[in-house]
């Protein structure tokens, strides 16, 4: 286990805070005045998905978190339930559920291979892939000299995801998305 120095906590760093994994989702080190500095940061549990803030004063230090990866193929989702298997050996399934997963499960297409968290025996999430090539099933026709909304139409994405793209997508054009903002990034 690494020792990170306050303003080693930075974004996406995994810490061990309390005795749970925190994933850090903001880190601003600043100084006031005369004072020490002092890294500002938000962080969410891994465990109960609750965010907190904490600062890190200078003499402050935190450990990384231990975090296992292990990798996994998706197979479906039933319910609240998203089913994995083991890569390569397909007859080791499991289930996580939906808060598990997060917002980017709605952009997992069958046979995705993921990475699967672990805190000790306990499984706290997943790493996607950053980006998803994913084809589009619904899209409206764009309406000509309609550009007073910003030029963007609402789409639906073989996962059922609806996201919002340019005027210039129709059906059956496959888009790369960007898992973690959830949004358009090009034409494949």
């Known amino acids: 286990m690494a020792i990170l120095q306050y303003n080693e906590i930075t974004i996406k760093k995994i810490i061990e805070f309390d005795g749970d994994p925190y994933e850090v989702l903001e880190s601003h080190v600043f100084r006031m005045q005369k004072r020490k500095p002092v890294n500002q940061t938000k962080l969410r549990n891994l465990m109960s998905g609750k965010v907190i803030e904490r600062s890190f004063h200078q003499q402050e230090k935190a450990e990384e978190a231990e975090i296992e990866t292990r990798k996994a193929k998706y197979l479906y989702a039933r319910k609240s339930e998203f089913w994995f298997c083991e890569e390569n050996n397909p007859s080791k399934r499991f289930s996580l559920e939906e ?19 672990s805190f000790g025996e306990k499984t706290i999430g997943i790493r996607m892939p950053i980006k998803a090539e994913l084809k589009v099933t619904e899209a409206s026709p764009a309406v000509k000299g309609n550009t007073a909304q910003g030029a963007l139409k609402q789409v639906t994405l073989e996962t059922g995801a609806t996201i919002n793209v340019p005027l210039f997508i129709k059906e059956g054009d496959v888009l790369r998305i960007n898992t973690e903002t959830g949004e358009y990034s090009e034409r494949v």
């Open 99 to 117: 808060k598990v997963i997060g917002p980017g499960g709605k952009f997992l297409k069958g046979n995705t291979v993921i990475d699967v968290l």
